[in-house]
């Protein structure tokens, strides 16, 4: 059962674990891509919907939790190792056995002189200089659980629910007792992204709520699902009339029409027409859609035939040939989807990891690498141990005139296999 | 005279392939000459006996999959290199174990010697006279085995410090394989592998963004959407293909560079141990030559992909116009042989729009009309060759048996009635059809 268990913790904490799982799922979308168009999409559905691949990805955030454990462990073993406690050999880019030498005076004053800091009783003596990159190690490596993690309960639980936002109507829920959308405010934005900004201004639903106010980004939590703006539109009635049909047609449409020019089609219920609508662009340059004046393109088929073109402003009517066209209301919309989805907060996390990780590699890494070594007397034996995090060639001259040093003193050298 | 100067590039990397084998098993060379020659054989007339009973896809496929699973196979050993490098005493793995043994030294000149006389037949021009068609295979074949000989010569004049590991062996037979193959468009894998990482990358953006829940382009500052529509570009296509193409080569180089030098600790002479460590050091050095003619032969490869020095069928389109009712003709004989299997372009004016497409006999004997452009590319248009046609822009290759059906980089199908005088199609849908798919395909998000 042990060995069982250190196989198990042998293969979860390998480091060639996650190129064999990525390399996995590469294949299998280039598989994937000789067979469909749409490779991402379909090798994501294939993950979601076979246990097994899933199973896969998850040794991707498990194997980030071993190694934070392992890496964990052996940074505390060096750290004891310094204060003397016995060396494990396996943590050293070298590690050699000597007969044992009278003392560490000698060598602590030229380790000194070389800018390491010492440490040191009779019967051991720590040296090192800079500073150790564990900490950016450990924040990548929690950075690669949240990422991997994000991305397994992403894929396998994420739910969507595309819903239109519109202003003077429910904000939409499942129950049906969302708080009335009061306000949909659409307007420039200073930001070195975002152009413009959006919010939307919800009233009290008398659930305990309050007034509430969702903006671009991040999205806002409502109800346990992100409240995610995907694409803005205008929510109309219309009222038309048609010489060759017997009454009036009134009706609403919710229509993706921006940016001015965008066209975007409705059936008119009951008669073989339909109508084509684009939002005209105001001369002065201004935004329909912020500021609320809108002026409607509209194209009148019937099957594919084009029977009238023209132009009808938002609480207007348009009338020729007996066609009669009026849009008595025009309200802001926002096509919204409430994403359902708590891996997102996962990948938000390991972005700010990774970057915290980088920001603290990178100094430390060109200018203070650790580099360490180790001398410990065990009875008529000397251990001495030697690693380095960055500018390993030079520590590596330094160490062994130490060995040197101390060979000076005494004779009989031993290499440990 | 045309064939040796077509084949010289194929043959050159021959030679190579069989002077980096005789390095890479010094110990084994008969066995070594004896499968090259043989395997290399056996490609010429396997590819040759393929291609008269079997439609020419077929060899081309084997060969373009085996190139293509030696590129993944060298991607596995560069990674597994690399990951070896930065472990002290990792232990031998058992396939590790076949590299130098009897085994290798017949299966890898043969197999290598295979695909190089594949992609050698597959560039001999099909000739009228008999004879010559019998000559030309028996020519490659005479060239093939004098060019091992040449090889092993030469390799016994190189230095004995040129040592060779079996990643950067790898690397370079694998560069060599994909440089042959890219000589012949029918081969190549630069061009699909742009195409494939440009769609890639436009899924994954694409999802990546949803999946966080970045706002859409109408609410971001236009200098920044245009960073983002970068990864849409063909540009990304290019240089990620670039990256996937020389990465490799580069981590066995990587590898080879962060190979712990011998420890020297135990030595206690200052003078010796740093005679060892510029020993070491320097070994490192040659080894590194290897990866660095692998790193050349991709980028000829690369290069060779992207100018190919090869003519395609591409008549200029020829004017056409609809009737009052909107129906534009195009008759079976006339002009043009509709069914003579060539590729024949039109051009059609409306108001300020042109539509430029095509009308082509398939293989299964269907008139086909299509647009001169694919439901994802910029709309350059498409080429003919042998059982193919061609995406100027992105340069897929799509058989002639599927053009006509929707869908990838195929030429997007327009609905036509095919009587007795000809081919019959609707203006206005083809203008329709012609301003969806060329909108789609130029939008900063939509076109590559």
């Not at chain 1, 380790?111 to 040296?127: E, I, V």
């Not at chain 1, 205008?234 to 009339?241: T, V």
């Not at chain 1, 160490?399 to 005494?410: G, I, M, P, Q, V």
Request: aromatic content about 10%.
């Amino acid at each position: 059962m042990n060995r069982l268990l250190r196989v198990l913790w042998g293969i979860l904490s390998s480091r060639a674990l996650p190129p064999l799982v990525l390399g996995f799922f590469l294949l299998l979308y280039i598989g994937i891509a000789f067979f469909f168009d749409e490779t991402l999409i379909m090798l994501m559905a294939i993950t979601r919907r076979i246990p097994l691949l899933a199973a896969l990805l998850a040794l991707l955030p498990l194997n980030g939790v071993c190694r934070m454990i392992l890496e964990a462990g052996r940074y505390l073993k060096r750290r004891q190792a310094l204060s003397g406690a016995v060396v494990p050999p396996e943590l050293y880019d070298e590690t050699l056995l000597l007969s044992a030498p009278g003392g560490f005076s000698q060598l602590e004053g030229r380790l000194s002189a070389q800018g390491y800091a010492t440490r040191g009783s009779g019967h051991h003596l720590a040296a090192w200089q800079g500073v150790t990159l564990f900490p950016a190690r450990l924040l990548y490596l929690a950075g690669m659980f949240c990422l991997f993690a994000g991305i397994l309960i992403s894929l396998v639980s994420r739910g969507v629910s595309r819903q239109a936002v519109v202003e003077g109507a429910p904000f939409p829920t499942a129950a049906g007792n969302g708080g009335m959308v009061e306000k949909i405010i659409f307007e420039k934005a200073a930001g070195p992204i975002l152009a413009r900004n959006l919010f939307i201004k919800v009233a009290d639903s008398g659930m305990g709520e309050g007034e509430q106010t969702f903006r671009l980004y991040p999205p806002a939590l409502f109800r346990g699902a992100f409240v995610y703006p995907r694409y803005l539109g205008i929510s109309l009635a219309y009222r038309f009339f048609a010489p060759d049909q017997g009454g009036v047609v009134e009706n609403r449409a919710v229509l993706p029409l921006y940016p001015p020019g965008k066209e975007a089609s409705t059936v008119i219920a009951g008669t073989p027409y339909r109508l084509t609508l684009s939002l005209a662009k105001p001369e002065d340059g201004s935004d329909p859609y912020m500021t609320g004046k809108t002026l409607f393109l509209f194209k009148l088929l019937k099957g594919d035939e084009l029977v009238l073109t023209g132009s009808v402003p938002g609480g207007g009517e348009f009338v020729r040939d007996g066609y009669r066209l009026a849009i008595p209301d025009a309200r802001r919309m926002v096509i919204t989807d409430f994403v359902v989805d708590y891996g997102v907060l996962l990948i938000w996390g390991a972005g700010l990891l990774f970057a915290a990780a980088f920001i603290l590699w990178l100094p430390v890494r060109i200018f203070f690498p650790l580099r360490e070594m180790l001398f410990r007397s065990q009875g008529e034996l000397l251990q001495a141990c030697s690693r380095a995090e960055g500018g390993g060639r030079r520590h590596a001259g330094v160490f062994h005139e130490a060995l040197d040093l101390l060979e000076l003193s005494k004779s009989g050298v031993k290499a440990e296999e | 005279m045309q064939l040796v100067f077509k084949l010289i590039p194929q043959l050159i990397a021959w030679t190579v392939m069989v002077l980096l084998l005789l390095r890479g098993m010094p110990g084994r060379r008969g066995a070594v000459l004896i499968s090259a020659v043989t395997g290399f054989s056996l490609g010429v007339a396997g590819y040759l006996l393929l291609s008269r009973l079997f439609p020419v896809t077929l060899p081309l496929g084997i060969i373009r999959s085996a190139v293509g699973g030696s590129f993944f196979l060298l991607w596995s050993v560069a990674v597994a290199a690399l990951y070896r490098s930065t472990v002290r005493d990792f232990p031998l793995l058992r396939v590790e174990r076949l590299v130098g043994t009897i085994y290798c030294a017949w299966g890898a000149p043969l197999l290598t010697g295979m695909v190089a006389g594949g992609i050698g037949a597959s560039g001999l021009p099909r000739l009228d006279n008999s004879v010559l068609q019998l000559l030309a295979p028996l020519l490659l074949l005479l060239a093939g085995a004098l060019l091992v000989l040449g090889a092993r010569s030469a390799e016994q004049r190189l230095t004995s410090s040129l040592g060779v590991t079996p990643s950067a062996f790898l690397a370079a037979l694998v560069a060599l394989l994909l440089f042959s193959s890219s000589s012949s468009i029918l081969l190549d894998l630069f061009a699909p592998l742009s195409m494939k990482v440009m769609k890639g990358t436009h899924d994954f953006v694409h999802q990546f963004m949803e999946s966080i829940l970045i706002p859409d382009h109408v609410f971001i500052r236009s200098a920044i959407w245009g960073y983002i529509g970068f990864l849409f570009g063909k540009e990304v296509g290019f240089w990620g293909g670039m990256v996937i193409w020389f990465t490799p080569a580069l981590l066995i180089a990587l590898a080879i560079r962060l190979e712990p030098l011998p420890s020297v600790a135990h030595i206690r002479q200052g003078a010796q141990r740093r005679r060892l460590l510029a020993d070491a050091i320097r070994t490192k050095q040659y080894r590194l030559v290897i990866p660095a003619l692998a790193l050349v032969a991709l980028a000829a490869a690369a290069y060779q992909s992207s100018f190919p020095n090869v003519e395609y069928w591409d008549p200029k389109p020829l004017a056409v116009t609809a009737t009052p009712a909107g129906e534009i003709f195009i008759p079976r004989k006339g002009e043009v042989e509709l069914e003579d299997g060539r590729l024949h372009k039109y051009l059609y004016k409306q108001g300020g729009k042109e539509v430029r497409f095509f009308v082509l006999l398939t293989p299964a004997g269907k008139l086909t009309v299509d647009l001169d452009a694919c439901a994802i590319c910029k709309p350059d248009g498409y080429g003919q060759s042998e059982g193919m046609v061609l995406c100027y822009y992105c340069k897929t290759l799509i058989p002639l048996d599927t053009v006509g059906k929707p869908g990838g980089c195929n030429p997007v199908p327009v609905p036509f009635t095919e009587r007795g005088d000809g081919v019959h199609l609707d203006a206005l849908t083809l203008v329709n059809s012609w301003s969806r798919t060329v909108q789609s395909t130029t939008s900063s998000k939509g076109g590559k």
